[in-house]
């Protein structure tokens, strides 16, 4: 997995994250440069179960849970040739810096998430993620994030 154009699909995503439904928000990887950048999908949709609350005559998607994909998307550039057991390791936010919300994300958007590694450093992994509908940036931030295993 060394070039630009690796991309992984729902099931190597599966094998690589312990999140599953309702929380799993990273659908595909379009684009992995392993330790360097990611740009994953997610496909929003109206079946999403916080859309029944947030709110329901205009469904938007929480912004917290774009920043969620976004670190799923991170956990993933980290994971992608590390060997490890997703039930035994827990990837953790650690820190959420510049956090910047642009645009609604609404059902029928494509959120095309990228993230672009900075720099480990003592168990710290850092990150600047990008959000984006459209070419239009919906939601930025710089994530900060750890693995912590099962002992």
């Known amino acids: ?55 329901p005559s205009r469904p938007v998607m929480p912004g917290v849970l774009i920043l969620e994909a976004l670190a799923q998307a991170a956990a993933l550039l980290t994971f992608s040739e590390e060997p490890h057991d997703p039930a035994s390791a827990q990837y953790l936010f650690v820190g959420i810096d510049n956090a910047r919300f642009k645009r609604v994300v609404e059902p029928g958007d494509q959120l095309i998430l990228t993230v672009l590694f900075q720099r480990h450093m003592r168990g710290i992994w850092k990150f600047t993620a990008l959000a984006e509908v459209e070419d239009a940036v919906a939601a930025q931030a710089t994530l900060m994030c750890t693995v912590r295993h099962a002992d």
């Open 1 to 55: 997995m060394s070039t630009e154009k690796n991309n992984l699909d729902i099931h190597r995503i599966l094998t690589l994250l312990p999140h599953r439904y309702p929380i799993l928000l990273v659908d595909r990887v379009l684009e992995l440069e392993p330790h360097k950048r990611i740009k994953a999908l997610k496909n929003v949709s109206i079946n999403e179960p916080y859309f029944m609350g947030h709110f």
